[in-house]
């Protein structure tokens, strides 16, 4: 016998409200800087449609891994926002689901634009997806893992940290991602396990967790390995 029509649609209506929302990422990207050198030469060298096609290649990239395949898993993010904007700083710069691309570094880069553009994109989106213990994290392994996802992309600029040398494990962006390279090494999965730890704090201890070994220990033993690579 056929259910009444209404007491189909109730069925389905509350099935859906059961299962789990699939909030799918809205990707926007502007230039603002249209009337600069640096925005005349974004838009003859990689474009609008370009840059909204790389994000959401990254955007599943830094899902993937982060091993992040269910939605609670994920940081939520409505809308992630590309602006090329005219200003003196950094190459670019996010804030929250922003992230904000100097013209006037693009205007002045010397070499393959779009290859450096993609990979500024691969950091700074991971900025946007990534936990960092509620602000708890150091600046050096939040910059560090976003400088990781450059390195496993392949999109890495020249002049990418050699193995080992420099700063401490949690200073140096680009030393950083070479010592979580390592530790992935040491156990596959540890950058997307350790990442899934810093979604509401921090604690060096998540190393000795992960790995049974100190930062310090870990990172000692990584320069003695790496320490003359050059």
Same mark, same amino acid.
């Given at each position: 016998?056929?259910?009444?029509?209404?007491?189909?649609?109730?069925?389905?209506?509350?099935?859906?409200?059961?299962?789990?929302?699939?909030?799918?990422?809205?990707?926007?990207?502007?230039?603002?800087?249209?009337?600069?050198?640096?925005?005349?030469?974004?838009?003859?060298?990689?474009?609008?449609?370009?840059?909204?096609?790389?994000?959401?290649?990254?955007?599943?990239?830094?899902?993937?891994?982060?091993?992040?395949?269910?939605?609670?898993?994920?940081?939520?993010?409505?809308?992630?926002?590309?602006?090329?904007?005219?200003?003196?700083?950094?190459?670019?710069?996010? #804030?929250?689901?922003?992230? !904000?691309?100097?013209?006037?570094? &693009?205007?002045?880069?010397?070499?393959? %634009?779009?290859? $450096? @553009?993609?990979?500024?994109?691969?950091?700074?989106?991971?900025?946007?997806?990534?936990?960092?213990?509620?602000?708890?994290?150091?600046?050096?392994?939040?910059?560090?893992?976003?400088?990781?996802?450059?390195?496993?992309?392949?999109?890495?600029?020249?002049?990418?940290?050699?193995?080992?040398?420099?700063?401490?494990?949690?200073?140096?962006?680009?030393?950083?991602?070479?010592?979580?390279?390592?530790?992935?090494?040491?156990?596959?999965?540890?950058?997307?396990?350790?990442?899934?730890?810093?979604? #509401?704090?921090?604690?060096? !201890?998540?190393?000795?967790?992960? &790995?049974?070994?100190?930062?310090?220990? %870990?990172?000692? $033993? @990584?320069?003695?390995?790496?320490?003359?690579?050059?």
């Amino acid at each position: 016998m056929k259910l009444p029509h209404f007491i189909l649609v109730l069925i389905i209506l509350q099935t859906l409200h059961h299962l789990p929302a699939i909030l799918a990422v809205k990707y926007v990207a502007i230039n603002d800087a249209k009337n600069y050198p640096g925005g005349k030469r974004f838009e003859n060298e990689i474009g609008i449609p370009y840059t909204l096609k790389i994000m959401e290649e990254i955007n599943n990239y830094i899902y993937k891994i982060f091993q992040q395949k269910n939605e609670s898993d994920r940081k939520p993010v409505g809308v992630a926002t590309v602006f090329i904007r005219q200003y003196n700083g950094a190459e670019a710069i996010t #804030y929250g689901e922003t992230v !904000n691309v100097s013209a006037l570094y &693009l205007q002045g880069y010397q070499g393959n %634009l779009k290859w $450096e @553009y993609t990979s500024l994109l691969y950091h700074e989106l991971t900025h946007v997806f990534q936990w960092n213990g509620e602000g708890q994290a150091p600046i050096g392994l939040v910059e560090g893992m976003a400088d990781y996802m450059i390195l496993v992309s392949n999109y890495y600029p020249k002049g990418f940290a050699s193995r080992g040398m420099g700063q401490r494990w949690d200073q140096g962006y680009d030393f950083t991602a070479r010592f979580l390279e390592y530790c992935e090494g040491l156990k596959p999965g540890f950058v997307a396990a350790l990442n899934k730890k810093m979604r #509401y704090n921090f604690s060096e !201890n998540f190393f000795v967790e992960l &790995l049974g070994k100190p930062v310090a220990q %870990l990172w000692s $033993e @990584y320069k003695a390995k790496y320490g003359n690579i050059k």
